[in-house]
């Protein structure tokens, strides 16, 4: 996950609410059951500590779900009476709504519940050419359009033309269109900085579109299994969005076990465990962070101060370093906090299971250094 959006939040003092609501329920009653969130997630920041002010906040930001609720769920972080920051999530909250009032935004849920969501353009190809379509959690939309080269592209009974000279005609308007699509395929993947194009349609049709997409784009397309007006058609763009993020997760560990071997003066490309990753965060020298959500460092205490870079695995530790304000905070929070400023990403390996626990970072918690 890209981090830079994040940084409106790291630009003030705590503490914070971070509410995770559950929108995945979608019946006549939707609005009341809203409601009753809205008042129930109220009563939750207030009874932790949170201020008049930002509790009707965050109320009111829930009940105003009810105009447009999102199909699985929205996260909303809040201070000082306002919401700043409202992200939807690409997947339901596990266990429902929640929220927490604490020094930091609650940010380590959001990395799986909307940090790998890859952005798809389906293409439905046919020889009348093509339309395209974006996908991401939790919506789609309409993303262009290719119209055929205007002549047939059928037999016709014109006695004017010999058999073979239609069938030329033909093939030379349908690598036309081919072109025409991959063309208009790859702008549209440029604009929407997608991460897939899935090819919907005939195998040969698909196949011709595939093959004239720049070398660049190869290993972004995927084929649809079933056509367009299947049912079926969903659960195949969903498969193929799912193995994408394994892939790109796989990659991320991938990179990390391959930093962790030391180089000729003993030195390595990863840290892990708590102390070596509060060092690294503290000089910047975090490229990637990764979180395994069920590893146990993830909610242990750190100290922090005002500044991102401020961060101690004691609270003496950051007085040594000049900073008179300190705050108990989640090692996780504190280190995406670090990671962000440092314009570093952020990686949840939950789509894998390891083999063993050696192929994850010791803890739940790792990361790749931009130096060794």
């Not at 930091?104 to 940090?115: F, N, Q, S």
């Not at 339309?131 to 080269?149: M, N, S, T």
């Not at 090819?199 to 190869?218: C, I, S, T, Y």
């Not at 905070?329 to 995406?336: F, K, P, Q």
């Amino acid at each position: 996950m890209d981090l830079a959006f994040l940084h409106p939040l790291y630009e003030h003092p705590g503490p914070w609410a971070s509410v995770y609501v559950d929108t995945s329920r979608h019946a006549e009653d939707t609005p009341h059951e809203l409601r009753l969130t809205a008042q129930a997630m109220a009563r939750e920041l207030s009874g932790q500590g949170a201020d008049e002010a930002t509790s009707r906040a965050v109320e009111s930001a829930i009940e105003d779900l009810r105009h447009s609720p999102d199909p699985h769920g929205r996260a909303l972080f809040a201070r000082a009476g306002k919401v700043v920051l409202d992200p939807c999530l690409a997947r339901r909250p596990p266990g429902g709504s929640r929220a927490v009032w604490a020094p930091l935004p609650r940010m380590a849920p959001l990395l799986d519940l909307a940090g790998e969501d890859p952005v798809a353009i389906v293409a439905y190809v046919d020889r009348r050419g093509a339309d395209f379509e974006l996908r991401r959690a939790p919506a789609r939309q309409r993303a262009g359009a290719v119209v055929r080269q205007q002549w047939p592209l059928r037999r016709t009974s014109s006695l004017d033309w010999s058999e073979r000279h239609f069938q030329l005609k033909v093939e030379n308007a349908w690598e036309h269109n081919a072109a025409e699509i991959a063309d208009a395929l790859s702008v549209s993947q440029d604009e929407a900085a997608a991460d897939l194009l899935v090819l919907v349609g005939d195998e040969r049709e698909r196949r011709e579109v595939r093959g004239r997409l720049p070398k660049r784009l190869q290993d972004r397309v995927a084929e649809a299994a079933h056509g367009a007006g299947s049912r079926l058609l969903d659960e195949d763009v969903e498969r193929i969005r799912a193995a994408h993020v394994r892939r790109r997760v796989e990659a991320g560990l991938d990179r990390f076990r391959a930093a962790r071997a030391p180089d000729a003066e003993g030195r390595t490309g990863a840290a892990e465990g708590l102390p070596a990753l509060v060092a690294a965060a503290r000089e910047h020298r975090i490229e990637e962070l990764l979180v395994r959500p069920e590893g146990p460092d993830l909610h242990r205490e750190v100290w922090i101060g005002e500044d991102p870079d401020q961060l101690a695995v004691r609270r003496t530790e950051l007085r040594i370093l000049g900073e008179q304000h300190s705050w108990a905070a989640r090692a996780d929070d504190a280190l995406i906090r670090s990671a962000a400023a440092a314009d570093a990403t952020a990686l949840s390996t939950a789509p894998v299971t390891a083999a063993t626990e050696e192929d994850v970072p010791a803890g739940g918690l790792g990361a790749v250094l931009r130096w060794r």
